[in-house]
Structures are given as C-alpha cells and as structure tokens.
C-alpha cells in the first residue's frame, strides 16, 4: 500500500518536473504556438473596421506607372487627393530614409515653359516690327533708330534672363514635394525605424526632430525595462518628414517558427518612446489619451473612440514577452479589409492634366468667349492652384475647405460649360462665315474643317470630362474618412510574411490588423508558462489519486475523461476569453501520469503470458507469437545483426485531416484503417515495431527467419494499397472521413541491428541502423517524386524480378558513400495494363536522356508522356528538374547522383 502512495505521488510529480524543463525547449514552444494557431481557426471571426483602407501599390499601379519604387511626385501627388476627398489618416509602410534624384516638374515644361516662350519672343518680334514699321512710314530717322536698337539689344538681353529663370524652375524637388503634400494633408506618418546598431549617417539633427515632434508624449511607464530599447532610430530624410503629422517604426516581431504573431507598440531610445507604425496615428484618432505602461498591459485613458462623445479607458493585455498580440481576419490578404489600388489616384490625375490641357487649348482658340459663367472658367482651377501653395507653406483648416470648394466649383462649371450651348454656339458662328456671300473656296474648305476639328475636340474634352467625374465619384466614396494604409503589394514585393492564416501575407496588412485588434478591442492574451504547471500539477496528482483504487476499465475511462476535460477547458477558455493557457503541458502531463499508473497497474496483474500474446497480437503474427512464448529468451535485453527488410507507411495530409474530425470519430478511423493495414502486414510474416499516430513501422526477417523477406514486404505494400482503395469508398459511404486516406509506403532491404532495446523494465522489440533510416526517407520522399511506394535498389534486387518497377534517381544517404538507386513500385507483374507499360516505356527512355544531361531532350520528352499521363507524379517532377536544369546547368563534375539528407 506504501508502495502504491509512493507511485501515486512520484509519477505525477516526475511529469510535471519534466513539462516544467521542457516548456524552456523552443522546439517545445513551437509545438504550444501551433496549437494556439490551430484555436484561432476554430475561434469566431473578428470583425473588421469600415474605415481601415489598404491603398496598395499592386500589380496593376506598378504595370501602368512603372517599376517600383516610383518618384516620389506619385506620392505627393495622392496624398493631395487624400486631402481633397477627406480621408482622415495616411500611414506610408514605405521607407523614406535616403535623398530622391531631382526630376522634372512636367506642368511647367509642358505648359508654363511654351508660354513664357511666345509670350517673351512676341514681345521681341512687336518691337522690332514696329521699329521697322516706323522707319517705313518715316516717323523716326535712320539717326534716331540707333537709340530703338540699343532698347532692343536690352530688352533681348532681358528676355534671355527671363527665360533663362524660367527653365530652371521646371527642376523639381520631390522631397520637398512630398514633405509639402504631407503638411497640406496634415495627418500623414511615415517611419521612424528603430535599429539595433549605431548608423553613422544619421545625424543628431535628425534624431532630434523624431523626438522632439514623433516620440508619445502623453504617456507613463512603470518600468523602462517593460519597453524594448533600440540603439538607434532612421527617421525619414528631413524634406520629407518635416511635413509630417508623426512618424512609427514598421519593424515587426516574428517568432521562432517564422510565423508573425505578435507587435511591439513601443519602443524606447534614450528617455523617448517612439509608437509602432499605426500606433501613433491610431493615439491621434482616439484624442490622444494618456498611454500608462505596466507589466503585461497598455492602458489607453481617456480615449475617444471615432464616432463616440464620451471618453472611454482601453485596456490592451501583453503577452508575457511584453507583446500585444494581433487578432488577426480568418481570411487571404487580399480578402481582409478593404483594399483600393493606388493607381486610382494616378488614373485621376491624368485625367485632370488632360482636361486642364484641352481646355487651355480652348482658351487659346478662343472658344471660351462663348461661355455665360460669371467668371473665367479657369479662374476657380488657377484660384485653388494658388491656395496650394500656401497650404505647402502653413496650411490651415480654413485655406482647406477653400480648395477643396474651389475646385468643386470649377469642374462644376466646366460640366455647365461642356454641357450647355458652347459647341453649338461656335458651331453657329461657323455656320455664318459658311454661309457669307462669295466665301472663297479655300476659306469655306477651311472653315468646313475646322468645324469637324471643333467638334472632334468637344467630343474628346467631353469624355475625358466624364472619366475624371466617375473618377472623382469613386474616390469620393472611397477616402472619405478613412484610415489609409499606403505600401507595396506588387507580386515583385519581399515584404511579406507568414501569419497564422495565410504563408504569404502582404506585411502592409499586419499594420491595419493591429488598428483592427485596438479599435473592435477584442484582444488576444497569453498566459505565463507557469500557470499551464499549476493546471499540470493540479489534475496530473488528481487524476493520480482518483485512479489509485479503480479497476482497469473505471482507471482509463477516468484517467482519458480527465485527459480531455483538461484539452476541451483549455480550449473552451481561450475561445471565449480570448487568454491563451499552455495547452500540451496540462494535457500530456495528465495522460502521462494516468497512462504510467495504469500500466504499471496491469504489471502487476499476474497473468502475464495473457498479458503478452494480447499485446503482441496487434504487432506480430500468430506463429512469431506462439514461438515467443515458447520461447521468452527472445524477449531479453540485446540485438544482433540481420539482413532485413523494413517498411514505413504514412497518411498524407492526415493532421488537416484529424484536425476537422470529432476525437471519437478520428479513434474510429485510425483504428479501422490500422487494423486492417496491420493484418496485411502480418499475414505477410512482418513484424510490426510500432504505431506513430497514423504512421505503421514495420519490418520484415525477424523474430523469425522468413524466405524472401523484401518479396513478403513489397506484396504487402501493394496490397496495402489496393485495401486502401476499398477503405476509402467504406470511409465515404459512412461518411466517417470527409477526405480519402492516402498511403505513402517506403521499404529498404539491408542490415540492420534487430531486438529489445531498452531497460530490464521496459524495452521495446525494434530495429535500429542507417537502412532503417533509409526505408523511414523513402517514405518522406514519395513528396517529392510525386509516388506512393518508393523501393530502394537492394529490396528491388533481392525480390526475383516478380514486380514492375519505375526506375527513379541515383540518390546518396547521409553517411554513405555508394549511391543507391530508388525505384517506384507499380504492382506484380502479370497485373499490369498496357497503357502502363507504355507509362514505363515512355518515362524510361525520357529517364535516360535526363541520365545524359540531355535535359532539353529530356524535357521534351517527359512532355510528350505528360501529354497521355496528365497526372502521373513523378513524370511532373523531373518536368520541374529539367527545366531548373536548363536554366541553371548543374556543374560539370556532377556525376548524376542527388544527396538525400532529408526526408
């Protein structure tokens, strides 16, 4: 009885010590990662904000603009729209750290530069023939003209001066450009990287600037060591910049399985905080409520939510790194959030420069003098290009709406103009000269003409007219008010990352995603490491104590409902509470201590050759069994060497499988399907070392000598399969299994060391050497051929020729210097059809020329088998290989063989 107290306590107390030292192991950390990842699935959706926009500089911005990056007048030149259409915020994930080449300013060439040009040479060609005219009409000498020439020599010289001014304005700086768009917007940011070295180019200056107007202000921390401290900043270059609203750092946290869960909010240089990309806008939007720092929560006090009255306190938990974790959409990127692409802005721009350009030509053609407005039709366009200028300079809210109504009521106007009686009143006018007596023919040809041109030119204005409304339609509905989100989602972009929705993921989207966790405030937390230890502890010593008197069946019945009340509460706790507690340390813990008591419990029960033949049962056929209870000296501690033949199998695909199954449904599967796959291994003499979740290791020449192991073994993979085909359609009819169960089978024919390893107290029968490794890669490899039964050349030599076979690559294992060649296993050999053996024919003599380096002969000619064997695996695969060959020769010493280092 003391016995058994000591047990119940030291197997519960031995699994939490060890769950307590293995939560320190990252691979471990992973495994608690990919199981939170796996309840977000399962976890309600979070809604998304109407007004987070992601303006995306996408395939389409990037094909009619150009390559990225663009110059940064683009940029600028949407911002101001943004100001026009009302949007509220503009973050830019775009860095801005380095000085812009100078470009030209294409409004002033196009337009300015040709009127300075006439305006300036008339002013020159009316002097001088009025001088001549002078002279001819004799009212003024010869003698006085010499004083109208020199006038004209400096007025010539006046006149290249100007021009000269002229065309060196049509230089333009786009920083500066951009820095004046931002201010005239007034609620752009930009970056302020945070790094983990010293950059010597930044100057003092400029670190100055990003504290002094973007580090929060408003704010209180508790402990500096709560915030992660950065050895430098870049802030964008100071023409840029200046013009800002506030400026955060992108820099994103990634974990160690590559998968970005996670945001620091802050980050701390010297005595000043700097806010994360949307973080600081975000503070801007919610009033500028005080931000207190403490150790697992930001606290956002007084903080006004958009379209609320009343101040509101935001409490926004810290996982224990001091990371808020993002609540990521269920959904793809571009399926999240609304998303708009930046060509919109440039398509609109374009549209007004060729209105702006048609209707100077018209004012220079005289067509407005038709027009009834009062006043110039360019007056409102030339009125709001002025008041642009000054909200450059030193914007204010007033000056804003003054644009922005400017410029409604000129394209107000022009609309009047293009709609009302101006074509036809010109046209009238036309019609007048036509119809003058004795018009000479050449002048009726020319006014004929010039009606068509007039009217062709209406047309034209007309449409561009309509397009840049439809435009100005669109962005109106999109940019009014909302959170503008600006970076690159070109399929050219690197920024992208792995969330736990989606393995490529645009990283503009992780910023609008942390807006959306703050503004919908359905956080995400994580419990510490040691509160998933008290869980262990509590139920791995109840479960100990509750089983310590029940008989077999009550111990497993109470140990396993424990085992899943532990998973399930867990689980259930995270999904409405949105706290994430350790889930594999209180689980495994627990079924640990209940497995070992349990079967410690059924040692002890004296019936022990019951015991074995019923646990050998499902391992070894029923002659091994009777020769080993017979025989228990074949049960003792040793191994010895054996030429043998090992097979593993595994389902493909059968975590995505099990993950969408009910726990009782799933026991049900696994156990029909390993079932009946074990009884086909061991009516052919095989051994089976163990099961791995779905995964069946067995081998085959051992405890007993058999005759022709390999042969037991492929017959047994082939019927394996063909069970699996018989299995899948009683799977479907049952509806049991939503997806078929597909087995990938690899067997290796070698030495191997066989026997019972382990202690006096538990040692398991088993295999151990590098070709049992092999026989586990080939399994692995079946992936990359695109095959299901994968047989290694010395399983395929011992097995008398009585298979058709596919021959494969020449592979080299780790740790051996002959290469080995691999060969797919198709089925017995008076089986196989014709359309198959033309399959084997085809692929071989395509095999033999990629064998050659002939891989443009070879890749034709996978492609002509291709062409009748669409979907046959491995005929795609060497399709890939040689067309990578083609592009990227291998070296010239290659001898052919690939290194298998993994599976």
């Not at 911005?61 to 509220?88: N, Q």
Request: glycine share 6%; proline share 4%; hydrophobic share 40%.
């Amino acid at each position: 009885m003391k016995r058994d107290l000591t047990l119940t306590i030291a197997i519960p107390s031995i699994a939490v010590l060890i769950f307590a030292a293995i939560n320190l192991i990252p691979a471990y950390q992973t495994s608690e990662l990919r199981v939170y990842d796996a309840l977000l699935h399962v976890k309600p959706a979070i809604a998304e904000d109407p007004s987070i926009l992601l303006l995306d500089i996408d395939d389409l911005a990037i094909a009619k603009v150009g390559t990225w990056p663009w110059s940064r007048d683009k940029m600028a030149e949407g911002l101001v729209l943004l100001s026009e259409f009302g949007a509220k915020k503009a973050v830019f994930d775009i860095v801005y750290e380095q000085d812009s080449p100078l470009a030209v300013n294409s409004d002033i060439l196009k337009q300015s530069i040709p009127d300075s040009f006439q305006n300036q040479f008339k002013g020159i060609t009316d002097n001088i023939t009025g001088l001549f005219s002078a002279l001819e009409n004799g009212q003024i000498s010869l003698a006085d003209a010499k004083d109208y020439v020199s006038q004209l020599v400096g007025l010539t010289d006046q006149t290249r001066k100007q021009l000269l001014s002229d065309v060196d304005s049509i230089v333009q700086n786009n920083d500066n450009y951009l820095g004046d768009a931002a201010r005239m917007f007034g609620n752009a940011y930009f970056t302020v990287n945070t790094v983990d070295l010293k950059n010597p180019v930044v100057t003092d200056e400029r670190r100055q600037y990003a504290i002094d107007h973007f580090a929060v202000r408003n704010m209180k921390v508790i402990n500096d060591s709560l915030v992660p401290n950065a050895a430098d900043i870049i802030p964008a270059i100071p023409p840029i910049v200046t013009g800002a609203r506030g400026a955060g750092f992108p820099r994103v946290v990634v974990d160690n399985d590559g998968v970005r869960r996670r945001i620091d909010l802050l980050y701390r240089y010297g005595k000043a905080y700097f806010p994360q990309l949307v973080f600081g806008p975000l503070l801007d939007l919610l009033k500028d409520p005080s931000v207190v720092v403490s150790p697992q929560i930001i606290v956002l006090q007084n903080a006004v939510l958009p379209g609320a009255t009343s101040p509101t306190t935001i409490r926004i938990p810290l996982a224990p790194d001091g990371t808020m974790l993002i609540n990521w959409p269920k959904k793809t990127f571009l399926n999240s959030f609304r998303h708009f692409s930046y060509y919109n802005l440039i398509y609109d721009v374009g549209l007004e420069n060729d209105l702006i350009h048609n209707l100077r030509a018209m004012q220079q053609a005289g067509y407005f003098s038709v027009y009834q407005g009062s006043e110039p039709l360019l007056s409102r366009y030339n009125d709001a290009e002025k008041i642009k200028q000054t909200l450059f300079a030193d914007p204010t809210d007033q000056e804003r709406q003054q644009y922005r109504e400017d410029r409604r009521i000129f394209f107000q106007n022009v609309g009047e103009f293009l709609n009302g009686t101006a074509l036809q009143d010109i046209l009238q006018q036309i019609d007048q000269v036509l119809a003058t007596p004795g018009l000479a023919a050449d002048q009726a040809t020319y006014y004929k003409r010039l009606r068509n041109d007039v009217n062709t030119f209406f047309s034209s204005t007309e449409e561009v007219y309509k397009k840049l409304m439809d435009s100005r339609s669109t962005l109106a509905k999109e940019l009014k008010d909302s959170f503008v989100i600006i970076g690159q989602t070109g399929t050219s972009t690197t920024d992208t990352g792995v969330n736990p929705f989606e393995k490529v993921y645009m990283n503009v989207g992780t910023h609008a995603s942390i807006m959306n966790t703050i503004l919908q405030r359905k956080f995400l937390d994580q419990a510490p490491w040691w509160i998933a230890l008290i869980i262990a502890a509590a139920f791995s010593f109840g479960v100990s104590f509750a089983i310590h008197r029940m008989g077999g069946a009550a111990s497993i019945v109470t140990g396993l409902g424990t085992t899943v009340l532990v998973l399930t509460g867990c689980a259930l706790y995270f999904l409405l509470t949105g706290m994430y507690v350790n889930e594999i340390t209180p689980t495994v813990s627990v079924l640990v201590s209940f497995v070992s008591l349990t079967v410690i419990k059924f040692l002890r029960v004296g019936r022990e050759k019951t015991f074995l033949r019923n646990a050998f049962n499902h391992y070894l056929s029923s002659d091994v069994i009777n020769e080993i209870v017979t025989n228990p000296d074949m049960l003792r501690l040793g191994g010895e060497k054996k030429l043998l033949t090992a097979m593993f199998t595994d389902i493909r695909g059968f975590s995505s499988i099990s993950e969408a199954m009910d726990p009782q449904d799933l026991v049900r599967l696994l156990n029909r399907y390993l079932g009946e796959m074990s009884n086909l291994i061991l009516k052919e003499h095989g051994t089976i070392d163990k099961y791995e979740g779905d995964a069946i290791i067995s081998f085959f020449g051992a405890p007993l000598d058999v005759g022709n192991h390999a042969l037991n073994a492929c017959r047994a993979a082939l019927e394996m399969k063909r069970a699996e085909a018989l299995l899948n359609q009683e799977f479907t009819e049952s509806k049991l299994s939503a997806s078929p169960l597909l087995t990938r089978i690899g067997i290796n024919t070698g030495e191997m060391v066989v026997g019972n390893m382990g202690t006096l107290n538990r040692m398991d029968y088993t295999i151990m050497g590098h070709n049992v490794n092999l026989a586990a890669r080939l399994e692995g490899v079946n992936k990359q051929y695109g095959t299901w039964l994968l047989i290694s050349e010395h399983a395929y030599a011992t097995t008398e020729r009585a298979f058709a076979v596919r021959r494969l690559d020449r592979v080299r294992v780790v740790g051996v210097k002959e290469p080995i060649r691999l060969f797919e296993l198709i089925d017995e050999r008076e089986k196989i059809d014709a359309a198959t053996i033309e399959l084997l024919r085809g692929f071989n003599a395509a095999l033999n020329l990629f064998e050659e380096k002939r891989f443009a002969d070879a890749e034709g000619a996978f492609r002509e088998v291709s062409k009748k064997f669409p979907e046959d695996g491995p005929t795609k695969y060497y399709i890939e290989r040689c067309e990578q060959f083609r592009k990227k020769p291998p070296a010239d010493e290659w001898d052919g063989v690939f290194n298998l280092s993994s599976k």
